[in-house]
Every structure is written in structure tokens, then in C-alpha cells.
């Protein structure tokens, strides 16, 4: 090989921490505090106390390679660390304050994390689980006033003993700088550790035009947590390219999102399915009352979102959302849905486009396997999981051998969405790996079967799950919550699939159940609706 | 160091080309051909024809570090050679078409370029230096008509002998995939040797929103030559995120630019200052003939942007300019002039800033240091060598060991312009490093009196170069070309400068001559001037 002649410049978040202070000391930081009122301060402060956090950091021994937890809301403290822990080759691991205790404790063990930065409110969560982790050395609270008990240290008083001023360190890119833990349904959680390079790459990919386009003149409102899968790459990409960034604090309920969008001239907003659910519905029953004209867009992920809510904030609202698909192990970013050239731009054909999770984003490759490991055509009908690589994929999980299952030989991610790729490259998951049912051979979308189901109008939500079957090995049956006051009977709900599917593909069998079980963070937990009813169709049926 | 967990997925121009082929096969590729009538295809067939060039030339026996040269128009089949010859792990070597045939003698036989790729219509250029490139052996010669003398071989018939489908090999983002020569005024032309991590990441960088932000809704036209600097990125950006593409092919004149970019829609172009001058004239002169609605911004660059025109654009067409600044040896791009917050964002102040070099682009860090290494405050006053760093800077030049002082101890590459750096960062040229004048010590910026002589009515153009002084070591003497039929002395040259400078900045005397000696890229020789008349002040004056 000839090597190229160009400098060994490597591809750290330092850089972005650095240009912020360069080039857009001015732009701003907003937070709401929990009381409702807002914190706001330049990039230029931002800088300095970034600087400060970093120098507390080393004094107290935190050295490169060890992990600094966080477990706080969104804010303006979180971004300091966000920066400063990377920034002297620490590893930032953002700890999911949804979880359960036990969840946390052995998330914090595994990891080994030898500080965790906490807000004051969240103190009653960690105490739950921070005796169990043998790691700890250092507690430090974020708080307004300073209150802080036992060996507990306090943020502000940290930074205010510390001078203005910091080299930062040159660093590795290939050198670990954040980490976070998958949520999974099965198994432990697992550790996913990015590194400098991983994360600058995404940065950059998400200031692209064709991605999210993120630039100095957006105000930046992550309204996915910072705990969430690097809150989307958002925060990162803001300080890079100078945006103001708006941070939502606590309450994430629609009313509060939408005040804050408005009084802010927030451009550009990240969050769930279920937050814009939220907040189109409070639109639909307040026209006019928000003035959203700042918006140039609005970002969904985490979950499908429904055609529905993509075509209601554009019709009703003139609000344009991107879909995106990605997840833990992706940075996250891995593929955005955006009407491509070729593919119709209007009517009900784009907002279906629009709600598959669209095609790789630059630097990222796709493809989808069917089980016995062959590579897919993309005819928007064949089956099978999807798998990426890409620079931001993870490549194995930390001290977890038991993942290895995940990564294939030839050195793609095994994402466990079972999805269709159409001829333009639009990928559309049509189940987690996980929840497809497996009959006859033949693999059958419990996503598409739900979406349809939940389509009645008396149906509140359903789930599909896949119940053992003595000729075809599984079959599906749909577990259906009815709307208060609402009936539907099984031969109802059957008559209403009709015409819809293949004949094979129809439930065998309607559930009515009260609730639906959830994960923590909202995705339906089909394993316990097998644990429960997998042997319904096995059993004689209860009258 | 605690490495990251994330793929080792390199950063390769083929992962480009396979976008173009997956994502957008349907959009096109336009050239203009000598005739002036247009060739059009899309990336689909362009993929093909690019695979069946990898494949040719591997027949041919060019392996992985070779340098391929071309000596081309802007087209599509140049298009094919800038991704199928890294596309091999072979090296696309672009030769300057403008360049006297001893250069290019010099420059093919320092790259050692294996095989050379040359348009029909340049083979008169070629055969003046073909018999001196010793590790020539083959030339392959673009045209429609296959009529091939001697030994050539011709392009259209070697891919026609291949078939489509080709695996492209995996590659080291830090071999060498591109490499220009300098078409430097002093000492012998130095060569630059692109790696795909550079290339890769300028390419990136170059979709971002805040610098070129091109995209797939784009069509982009390269004015400027292929075989100047990678054509500033354009060709590899548009296909990396399917953007249209409309080459010039070699009539550059105004209406000929401008038919083009009416005809094709075309929405982003990029080219020296000289040719927009003549673009806005002819727009001047018949408003409203040509029809650039879809234009959002062209680009300038290769030379200082005279404010008059980057007002006159805005505010007499709509049309908006962002300069930039960049060399060889920054692949090119390197700041970017751009309104940024903080800044005014009108009236003269605005075009004021406009003018100026801007600052440095995500990835790129910019300094100025004064002739004794002190790195200077960016107070818009103090004038240094501007200094970069970056992953797509060069860090030495190929074979060059004479080149190695363009490079500090501290990994920055000496640019060689001097400038000013204003409180905001925007970086300002004021001379480049030889032509700079030291008189007692102290900085004068030829630039700023050329601009000041050439405001005077009757003054054509205008070069201030250093003349050898008793006293102060040198001195300013302007060499001035008045307009036809127009008359000034040198004392009205010498009232039309007082009170806009500080005394001692003033030229010593005027020297009216016919022409204004300069390179090949149109650039002033000032040490022509020198040469000629660097004594001057010394000898007894002529009556």
C-alpha cells in the first residue's frame, strides 16, 4: 500500500468542545429547571465550566479509560459532562434513570463506574442501588443550593474551585469516550462503548442536508433523553456546529414541549412517537394557539411512527417530520426515511414511504438475511433481519461475550428487526426477530397484523405474539385491550382482518385482555404474553 | 487507553460510488461536449461504465499504488476515471491542462504515472512530453470516434471489451487515492498525495449545511477544472449524495456558463473569481435573458472575491455567494466565509465580511504567527502567516524533502498567505508570505495598496513588490498598467493614496509598464517584478 501524505488529525469530540468556544461563544444553552423557570448561558460560559468540570474531574483521580456516570434529566449540567469526561479520555456512561433499581445496580457494576454526577432530584434513586456498586468513588450532586450530605460532593462547589483554563489532552480517536447500555427484553443489559471517532463521524453525518442538517442557525430541542442513546447525537452535533440547544428538563408533557418550542423559536425537535402523539393532539385542540413557525422540522425515532401523525402534523400543522430508525448499538443514527428522487412526493404514497424507516445514511450499509444467512433481494416482500455496519456500529459489547451472537462473520450487526426492503432501498421492520412467528416456515409481521387490528374502532391496542402450534410450529394470536366502553367481539375483530392478509397470516385467536405489558421504555413485552398464553392454542380453549 | 467497541468500518471513496449506484441510479450526469451538444446518463450507467474502467485497467496490469494520470476537460468519463482509479487502490493523478509542456514533463515524471488517460482533443498537449515520462506505459485516449494512433489505446473500446459486475477491493483509509501538484511560483511543483480518510471526510464535510450543504435536490456544476484541486470536492460530493451533476466541458466562457446553469436547472456552481466577473457583466448587460431561479448559491474560490461582486450578485440577481479559501495541499477546502451570528448581517459590514477568507471549516483549526513563531491574538490587526491543521491537510509533499519547511515542529502546514484574523476569526489575506513587504521591520500589505491603486479611474491593475532600500531593508514600488487612452502621474497616484494608509506604507514610487507579469494561473509574478526592478531604489533614478 501507498499511504496518503495528509496529517494523522484524529476525529475527536474535543474538537466540536473547542470550535463552540472559537467560533460561537454567542449562541445560547436554555434549560428549564424543574420549577418551571429557565437557566440560559452562552457557549462561551458553557466553555469555561466545561473546562472546570474537567480540571474537578482529574483532581479528584478520575483518570483515562474509567467511566463517569450520569444520572440526570436534560440540562445544561448534563451537557458539561457530556463534553469534559470525553475530553480528558474518560468515558462518559449515561445511566437510564427509567430503569429499575436492580437494573441500575448491575448496570453501574458491570460497567464499574468509579463516579456518578447525579441531579439532586434523582439522589432517592440512586440510593437504592449505590451501596451495591463496589466501584463508586465519588458521589456528585448537581444542585441550585449546595445542600449536600455525607461524603456526597457538590457540583457547584467543585467547579467554583477551579481556575479558568485547560489543555485538553490529545487523544486516541479510536479511544473509548461514551458508553451506554441497551435496554434489552432478553438477556443482561449489554454495554455499547464509542468511541472518539465513532461519535464525531456521526456528528457530522447529522449537519448533512439529507440527514437532519443540524446548523448554527437552529435552536436544537432534544426532547429524547440524554440517557437515551447519546439523546440521538443531537446535543453533540448543536455545541459542533454552534446551535442554540434547548433543553426540556423533566417535563416532557406536550403542553410544556410546545411552550418551550414556541417561546424559543426551537427549529429543530427530537422525541418518541408517543411525545408527538402528545403534542398533535394538544395542536388538534389549541389551532393557532402556538406559534410554531420557527420549526423546520421535527425528528421521530425510537419506534415506529404511525402514517397518521406523519400526515396530521403536515396537513393540519405544516410541520414536516423525518423518520428516523436507529438504536443503542448504532450511535444511533443508522437510517433516515426522506422522499428520495424516484419515489412519488405527494399524497398517501409518500406518507407511507415516509413511515417505513427509510434508507442507510452515509457511512452506513444495509442489508436483510433471511434465516439460513443468505442475502436478501430488495423486492419490498422477502423477510428477513436486518443488519448495518458502518463506522458508528458497535463491533462487539463491552465484557460481554454472551453477545458475540450478535455480530455476524463477515462483520455486520445483527439489529433483531425482521424488515423488507424495497426496490428504492426504503427498509420497513415489520418485527423484532424476537416477536416474528415462525408457521409452517413461513414468517408472518406481527407489526403489520397489530397495525391492522389496531385500525377498529373500538380497539384501544393490540399485540400479536406467537403461540405454539402442533402442526405449524407457531401461530399468531393477538392479545386486544378494548376502549372503555367500547365492544368487539372475536368474529368481529376476525371479520375486520378479512381481505386484508393471506389467509395463513390471519390470528388464530383474539385475547381480551385489561393492559398490554411494557418494557421501561414503552415497547410491548411479548415474551411475557407467550410466558402466559403461548400454550393457548395447545390447551382445549376456555369457554 | 480504553479503545472503543465500534466497527473498523474505513473511510473509503468506494463507499461513495456504491451510494450513488444503490440510492439514487436514477439521477444524472450531464456533460457538455466540444460540439457543444450535451451528453446525459444517469449514476446507474455511470456505475456500470466506472466498474468496467476498474476492470479494464487492473487488465492492464495497474496495480494498487499507481499513479493514473488524466489530462482532461470536465466530463463524465473524467468522472468515471476520479472513482474507479482509487476505486482499485490506484492513485488518480490529475495533470494541469494549462501548464507549459516542460511542467507537465516534469510532473508526469516525478509521479511516475504508469498510464495516462487524455482527451482526443489534448493529445497535440501530450505528445510534447509523452517521450519524457519514462514509467509511461499506456495512454488511453477519450473520444467518440475510436480512430486511435500508434500504440494508444482507446477508452471507449477497452471498457467495451469488459463486462458489469465487479467486487471492489477493501481498502485502507489511509492509502493514498488522489494526488494534485502545486503550480507553485517558486521552485519545482510539489506533490500532494490524498488519502481516502481525507477525501472521504472532505467530502462529508463539504454536505454539511454551514459550508456547501450540497445534497441529493442539488444539481451541481463544477466550473472549476477537474485537474485544480479535485475540482474543490463537487464531483465526489454529488455523487456521494446523488446530486445531479453538469459538466462545462471545456468552453467556459459566460454565456456558455450561463446556458448551462438556465438549461439545467442548475443550483449550486463553483469557479474563480475571474469567471463570475465575466458571468456577472454578461448578466448586467441583458437582465431577466437568462432564467437562475433554481440557483440557491454558487461558490468562489482560487482567488480573493472582489466585494463589488459578491454585492453586485446580491443585490442587482438574487444570487448568493459564499467564498472560500483553500490550496492544494487542504484538498482544498479549508474556511468558509459565511454570516455567522454575531456578526452583521447587512449592508457593507456584511459584504465587507463576505469578502474576507472567513474561517476555518469543521475538522480544520487556523492560526496566524508572526516570523518569529509567536502564535498572534486575533485582533484584525496583526498580520501573520496563516497556519492549518487537519485530516485533510498535507502533511509533507511526495518525494519533495526541499517542501519539508512548509511544515512546523508542532504538525501545522505554513500556508504561506499572510493575514489578519479578526476578533470573530474571520481570516483575512492580506499578501501572500513572499510577496509581503518588511520595511523596518514592519508588515506592509501589498494587497491592501494594489486594491486602493486600482480604485483610481484611470489605473487598470495594479502590483506593489518589495524593492531593496539602504535604510529600511525594502520598500513598496507599485508597477501600474493604466486603462487605454487614460492619463495619471505619479503624484496623482500619490494624492489618490494619502490619508488611507499610514505614511510609511506608502509606495517609494510608481512604475507605469505595458503588462503585469503573470503565472499560469493568472496569478501576479511578482518576482518577475522584483527581479526587473527590485534595485530600483537603489540606482540613481532615470529622468
Redesign the interface.
Known sequence: ?????????P?TMT??LL?AR??????EVVSRNPDGSLHRYTYRDYYVRTEKLAKALLRLGVR??DRVATLAWNHYRHLEAYYAVPGI?A?LHTLNLRLHHTELSYIASHAEDSVIIVDRSLLPLLSQFRKDVRSLRHVIVMSDDGDVEGGDLDYEALLGAESPGFDWPPL?E????LMCYTSGTTGAPKG???????TA?HT??L????TK?????DAVMPVVPMFHANAWGMAHAAV???ANLVFPGPDLSPGSVLDLMASERVTFAAAVPTVWLGVLSLLDENPGRWDLSAIRMISVGGAAAPPAMIEGFDTRHGIHIRHTWGMTET?PLATISRI???VSATGSDAIATRAKQG??V??V?QRHVDDSGTVLPWDGKQMGELQV??????????ESPEGADKFTSD?W?RTGDVVTIDE??YVLITDRAKDVIKSGGEWISTQALENAIMAHPSVLEAAVFAAEHEKWGERPVAAVVLKEGKAATKGDLAAHLEGRFEKWWLPDDYLFIDQIPRTSTGKFKKLDLRARYGKHLMAPKSP
Do not use: Q
Open positions: 500500500m501507498l499511504p496518503g501524505l495528509m496529517m494523522d488529525y476525529l474538537h466540536f470550535r472559537t467560533f460561537f461563544g454567542g449562541r483515562p479509560g479520555g468515558v486516541d479510536r479511544s473509548a469516550a455499547v462503548l464509542y468511541s472518539h471517532r465513532s463521524l457530522m453525518m449537519c448533512m442536508v439529507d442538517g443540524i446548523c448554527e442557525a459542533g456546529v454552534g450511535n428520495k428522487s424516484g434508507f442507510a452515509p457511512f450499509e455496519r458502518g463506522p458508528w456500529v458497535a463491533s462487539s459489547y463491552y462483520g450487526f428504492h432501498g
